[in-house]
């Protein structure tokens, strides 16, 4: 495995930045946020990732990724979501289109208060779990070692 980095976008209850530093500890790679990424060359894989806001990622991580310069390597995206499956096609497809090779992707449930959902307490409290954050370790281990796939994760 060569070097790796993690760009994070965590912003109401941390739930994303948890499972990216978990990932990041199982491909001993820095995460940071899209602003703290200082260029991605050097980097054989790269993540992307962010909560679901309104059915897509959050704004910051998809100006990010759209201003990237056409690119070579691996990436994955991952995103933390209080309803069931989130739409990652469409990150996925544009850094396909910047050039890198996306052999799969992660979610798992997060703690959410989204509007409607603020008024009852939010919903999915304690999410990302202990499994949650095992299966995304799980996931960083198997791109790690190259066996994540389209029928992986």
Known sequence: MGKALIICTSVSHGNTRRVAEVMGEA???RVVAPEEADGLDGHDLVGFGSGIFSQRFHPLLREFVASLPPQ???AFVFA?????????????????????EVPDTFSCRGFDTW?????????RKGRPD???LAAARS??????RGTQGPSAG
């Open 27 to 29: 491909l001993g790679a």
């Open 72 to 74: 070579r390597g691996r």
């Open 80 to 100: 933390t979501s209080g309803l069931p499956a989130p739409r990652l096609g469409p990150m996925v497809r544009l850094l396909e289109g910047k050039g890198f």
């Open 115 to 123: 509007a409607p959902f603020k008024v009852v307490g939010g919903i």
């Open 130 to 132: 202990t499994r949650d």
């Open 139 to 144: 996931f960083a281990e198997g791109l790690a």
